[in-house]
């Protein structure tokens, strides 16, 4: 089954072993574990990207005995088809993702030119004008919330229920099609990168 599977910076393994050459197989013959033991993967690249040590990516496909979990799977084999270093393209991938929520927050414009050309010469000064910027709006929104709450807390109550659900099933949904959408944006990038 391929899947998706990250190795530290340096190349080794989470544990700090080598892994096996590209083509080779690794063998586990002990007893396979969920997060204990085992060769782990992802079949989704984002899923792989939570559990990820370092930045070089794998293609690989897992074999022997496999358990699927939620978000990644167990094998006893695993064969790397191909590596390398994503650390830019994992930079793109962050950049457009932020990309796609700008519209929520009045971002500074160094931080939008940023985000957009990838300019390392812009990227500390659009760390400290994000920083900068959100302090302030954490300020005013702690503020306006104490001074709200009271107010809202007894009419939300009489109507939050259905409300509630209402918004966690919307918000679910909208959690799971952007999920989605950068699984395939990240495949895209991983796979146009590859060797």
């Given at each position: 089954?391929?899947?998706?599977?990250?190795?530290?910076?340096?190349?080794?393994?989470?544990?700090?072993?080598?892994?096996?050459?590209?083509?080779?197989?690794?063998?586990?013959?002990?007893?396979?574990?969920?997060?204990?033991?085992?060769?782990?993967?992802?079949?989704?690249?984002?899923?792989?990207l939570?559990?990820?040590?370092?930045?070089?990516?794998?293609?690989?496909?897992?074999?022997?005995?496999?358990?699927?979990?939620?978000?990644?799977?167990l094998?006893?084999?695993?064969?790397?088809?191909?590596?390398?270093?994503?650390?830019p393209?994992?930079?793109?991938?962050?950049r457009?993702?932020?990309?796609?929520?700008i519209?929520?927050?009045?971002?500074?414009?160094?931080?939008?030119?940023?985000?957009?050309?990838?300019?390392?010469?812009?990227?500390?000064?659009?760390?400290?004008?994000?920083?900068?910027?959100?302090?302030?709006?954490?300020?005013?929104?702690?503020?306006?919330?104490?001074?709200?709450?009271?107010?809202?807390?007894?009419?939300?109550?009489?109507?939050?229920?259905?409300?509630?659900?209402?918004?966690?099933?919307?918000?679910?949904?909208?959690?799971?099609?952007?999920?989605?959408?950068?699984?395939?944006?990240?495949?895209?990038?991983?796979?146009?990168?590859?060797?």
């Open positions: 089954m391929k899947a998706w599977h990250f190795l530290r910076n340096d190349g080794k393994l989470r544990d700090g072993s080598q892994p096996p050459k590209v083509g080779e197989t690794l063998i586990y013959d002990g007893k396979l574990e969920m997060c204990k033991s085992g060769l782990h993967a992802s079949i989704k690249p984002l899923d792989a939570r559990y990820a040590p370092g930045d070089i990516i794998c293609r690989v496909n897992l074999g022997g005995v496999i358990i699927k979990a939620d978000d990644k799977l094998g006893s084999e695993r064969t790397i088809l191909w590596q390398y270093n994503a650390e393209v994992l930079r793109h991938f962050a457009q993702c932020a990309l796609d929520v519209h929520l927050w009045q971002a500074p414009d160094v931080v939008i030119q940023y985000l957009k050309t990838g300019d390392e010469s812009l990227r500390v000064a659009a760390w400290d004008a994000a920083s900068d910027w959100a302090a302030a709006r954490d300020a005013a929104r702690a503020a306006a919330w104490d001074a709200a709450w009271a107010a809202a807390w007894d009419a939300a109550r009489a109507a939050a229920s259905d409300w509630v659900a209402a918004r966690d099933a919307a918000r679910a949904a909208a959690r799971v099609a952007a999920r989605d959408a950068q699984n395939r944006r990240l495949y895209k990038y991983l796979m146009k990168g590859r060797p």
